[in-house]
């Protein structure tokens, strides 16, 4: 089980680095309860973002798993205030710019994963054609790592 996290912490790290990202977080869903919880978060500035939880159609993150794609929010957007204060994350990390990205898995969206910049500087296209083209990979890996936890193989 430690090297599937490890492996997801590693993908999480490099998908960092190569959007240039300050902030990566894994918000993983729990349908029973109808919340997503952050799992995993590189680039932390603050002690409670691993104890977050929040609605699954809350804020940027509830308009990816809504949408299926990704959702951007840029500094200077019409509701930048309004939308960082939807997502609770943002609002803990600082983050003036964000994308998100669902993560699908078995035919359904299981998550997300929130790049975030302190900076305020806008995600490019290709950025996140990039990220978002790797995903299905740390989706997999979740699963595979929420199976072991239930004793699952």
Known sequence: ME??????????ERLRQETGSDFAGLG????????????????????RTLNMTQRINAGLSGAAI?????ALMSPNA????????AEPVMLAESLQAAAVLPLCAAGDIRGVLLLGRRSGSFYTREELDQAFAQVEKLAGRMLQLQAMQLGIS
């Open 3 to 12: 090297s599937v996290k490890a492996d997801i912490l590693k993908e999480i």
């Open 28 to 47: 993983w869903i729990d349908s029973s309860v109808r919340r997503m919880a952050w799992r995993f978060a590189l680039g932390s500035v603050s002690t």
């Open 66 to 70: 809504r949408s299926g794609r990704p």
């Open 78 to 85: 019409f509701d930048a205030a309004g939308q960082r204060e």
